[in-house]
């Protein structure tokens, strides 16, 4: 998986039915810590890779697949922010978007994460 992400290939992680597995994706993610060495920031990607190249409805909120630095146009000048809406014009983007506004649920989740691990060191 390291070798992966080097080279800047996609990657996901994902589990089939936990019922013919045995596994769910709580062990999938904490195997890829455990076994893997993969940091926040690498999981974090890992996530959004998922929703990128997920088999769901609309635009993606991200300017380009597989990069992560910039929303959409509609959405640029936006911050998932737990504390405020996105724009008019953000926020007709992700109710046109079942896509978009999953990866913007999970920027604002990142978020709340964040928040709340930051205060509490």
């Given at each position: ?40 920031g ?13 088999f ?37 983007f ?28």
């Amino acid at each position: 998986m390291r070798t992966y992400l080097a080279a800047g290939v996609p990657v996901a992680l994902a589990t089939d039915d936990p019922g013919v597995s045995r596994s769910d994706l709580i062990a999938v993610f904490r195997q890829a810590v455990t076994d893997q060495g993969l940091n926040v920031g690498q999981l974090r990607k890992l996530a959004r890779t998922s929703l990128d190249h997920a088999f769901i409805e609309g635009g993606n909120l991200w300017k380009e697949q597989d990069r992560y630095g910039a929303f959409a146009p509609p959405c640029r000048n936006d911050a998932p922010d737990p504390g405020r809406r996105p724009g008019a014009a953000c926020r007709k983007f992700l109710a046109g978007s079942p896509k978009a506004e999953l990866q913007w649920r999970l920027e604002v989740d990142w978020r709340v994460f964040e928040e709340r691990y930051e205060s509490a060191t």
